[in-house]
């Protein structure tokens, strides 16, 4: 939070990626997300911010429909993915999740050798021709996680012999493999230690150049170093979504001011 | 308390809380540690008596059982005469097989005396036709196939090993003594001190037979030449049925209840019942299989097909329940994880989700299997119980051919008046062990093969 770059850094992309209009979330009878409207803009990093069990992962899952696994999860409104609704019935949600990668809380690689768990996604939706092709997507992707260096020499080792941080940087080459347009991250950091989530951090920020990152955290001071956009939910509300550091030093509303002054949350 | 200095100040202790030193053991604790020492000898004595009733039982079968795998036989040189053999001359075995069994029991007798002559025993009391009612019925069914098969050895000497009969071969494992001897009408005192002297000279003993393993049963006059060679294949059979089916359409099945299908209360309905058909007595679906298969279905009696349904209808519940188990197993972590990088539902079951319950389901099916290779009382009912002598011919046509099945040679053998059959009996529970623990020594194997962590 007191972070000094977060005045200076300002959005350059103004682009739409994802436009949320009145969506709605029911878990069976409870009412689990109320009436969001969220413009995630393209090549940023957004954060979602607020405490436990506020909705916010419920909101990042309802953008690439993971929700559709849960058979009690209703969702109504809209979700446009560059103008086009996620929710159509036309749509494929295998399709969409090809465009909208996401990485999960617990680092969840695939009891496969690494190369497999970064070459799983290209190879399922046919995006390389040979195995040379593969290959360079392969070491393109963990040089992005840059994981590269760690594990050149053993890419035929199960990815679970890694550690914490590397695992979820195995996780997020997986992502960007199939070269998403939207990268969602739920808490991407919370099952690591200091380092491995700086080194995580500082990958995001590399990312952004490339995808719209959305990230769920319970970390205010990750969010104010990774974000250039920041959205603050409150017991299913959407309480106020601005530029980070309008967020963090300026807020307009008082539940925000509340949460990141450590009053509520 | 104990602190003299204040006295009146120095509280009362809370309850639940230890005042002492840490080195006595409180009350509380004390008994906390007794009960604990006491459920501990408990779950030793529980697993003790588990392995004295397993160690006993084995212990019985194989006292009773192991001797069937070696046979009392005697070794002897056998003139065939071309003359009694083969009255034609033309060495047909067309027109050979006119002479029966009685004719070739004839020539063992001779064979027999000849021997006896030679090597000069001669028993006080034992008449020519006592004497060679020591060789099984089955040893001339046997020289006579031996002959019917290469004709050519009609009219020389060919060296034998010849069956002795049933109570000949109790003598030498215990079964019948002299006491008995004198109170059977089956076989005289003096008969069993022909066996001795035989067995002096060399040319009676007892040798390993494999006989018990490749022949096919025999009749209750019979028991030294009753084998387990059809219910061996009857059983293989049925198995290759019972895998062919059961596997595919319980594993199908479950990852279909488990994976896709919608939870509403037509599926829980569903899975209620499965659970309840896995305990559905056996002898159920035996009246199932002899009213569907059989009278409906219009299926053999006592076929390996009719068996192999029947018993592929007691597995699935079995294989259903072990799969799904190993199905849910599987962290959900692994299924989001295939589904963030967008596969399908299908891409991420059969990509991620089974490999990973493969262990399970491998163990849960071979289990399923070893429990329907032990499975008796629905064959009873689909005829599977018949005297078999011929063996089934190879599969897929086999499969439609009578044959017996190891259990249910068990129960057949165990029904039987001759205490020789006894031994059989043991003989076959043994085989049959040895099949069960081979095939949960392959579910081991599979399931260290691909076992794998995450």
Known sequence: ?265 | MTDATAPAAAPAPRPGHTAGSLLTLDKRTRARNAAEARFRLYGAIAVGIALVALVWLLISIMSGGLSAFRQTMITMPVYLPAEELDEAGNRNPAEMSRVTTLGYARVLDQALIALMAEQGIAIEGLSEDDASDIISQEAAAQLRNRVLANPDLVGTTVESEVLTNGRIDGYFKGRVTMASAELDSNVTPEQLRLADALRANGVLEKRINWAFLTMPDASDQRPEAAGLGVAILGSLYMMLVVLVLSVPIGVAASIYLEEFAPKNRFTDLIEVNIANLAAVPSIVFGILGLAIFINFAGLPQSAPVVGGLVLTLMTIPTIIIATRAALKAVPPSIRDAALGVGASKMQSVFHHVLPLAMPGILTGTIIGLAQALGETAPLLLIGMVAFVRNYPSAPPEGIFDPASALPVQVYNWTQRGDPAFVERASGAIIVLLVFLILMNAVAIILRRRFERRW
């Open chain 1, 1 to 265: 939070m007191n972070d000094m770059r977060l005045v200076e850094r300002d959005v350059d992309a103004t682009d739409i990626k994802i436009k949320a209009r009145n969506v709605q979330v029911y878990y069976g009878a409870s009412h689990a997300i109320k009436d969001v409207d969220v413009d995630i803009l393209d090549k940023t990093v957004t954060a979602f911010i607020g405490p436990s069990g506020c909705g916010k992962s419920t909101f990042l899952r309802c953008l690439n429909r993971m929700n559709d696994t849960i058979d009690i999860a209703r969702i109504e409104g809209q979700i446009l993915l560059d103008g086009e609704d996620i929710y159509d019935k036309r749509v494929d949600p295998v399709q969409l999740r090809a465009k909208v990668g996401m990485v999960f809380q617990k680092p969840n690689p695939f009891p496969k050798s690494i190369y497999d768990n970064v070459a799983y996604g290209p190879k399922i939706h046919g995006l390389t021709r040979s195995k040379a092709e593969l290959d360079e997507v392969v070491e393109k992707s963990l040089r992005r996680a840059a994981l590269w260096g760690e594990v050149k020499d053993r890419l035929d080792k199960p990815g679970t012999g890694l550690s914490g941080g590397q695992q979820q940087r195995l996780c997020i080459a997986r992502a960007v493999a199939t070269s998403p347009e939207v990268l969602l991250m739920d808490e991407p950091c919370s099952a690591l230690d200091p380092i491995a989530t700086a080194q995580v951090e500082e990958l995001i920020d590399e990312l952004k150049q490339n995808f719209s990152v959305v990230i769920v955290t319970h970390s205010m001071q990750q969010a104010a170093r990774v974000s250039q956009r920041t959205a603050f939910f409150h017991l299913g509300n959407l309480v106020e979504y601005g530029e980070t550091g309008q967020i963090f030093t300026n807020p307009s509303d008082p539940r925000t001011e509340s949460y990141i002054t450590g009053r509520i949350g």
